[in-house]
């Protein structure tokens, strides 16, 4: 009699799917290069530079606008986020924008 043969099957973990998170050093390294720009470039440049590379975002959850428009320009929605809501930039609001789990 001939014996069963077990097929392996190779599976993956889901996890090896997400995106890798930072270590400790890494995020410590990425908020000084963001304090470095925040401190040296205007708010408008930094802003360009902290969302460089960013692109809309097909449909989430019915969301047919895109996140950002094709031309490049700032809407006068994204320049207010850009701005920090119109205040006046402060240390612990950039630190606390610094900090943001992201």
Known sequence: MGGIRVAR???KS????EPRTL?????????EAALYVVH???REEACRIFTEGLEPVDN???LTTPMM???GEFSDEEHD???FNNRPFRRTTAK???????
């Open 9 to 11: 099957i190779d599976r």
């Open 14 to 17: 889901s996890i090896e799917n």
């Open 23 to 31: 270590n400790f050093t890494q995020i410590h390294i990425a908020r």
């Open 40 to 42: 040296t470039r205007s």
């Open 60 to 62: 989430i959850g019915g």
């Open 69 to 71: 428009p094709k031309s």
């Open 81 to 83: 986020l850009c701005s």
């Open 96 to 102: 606390d924008i610094l900090t943001a789990p992201f």
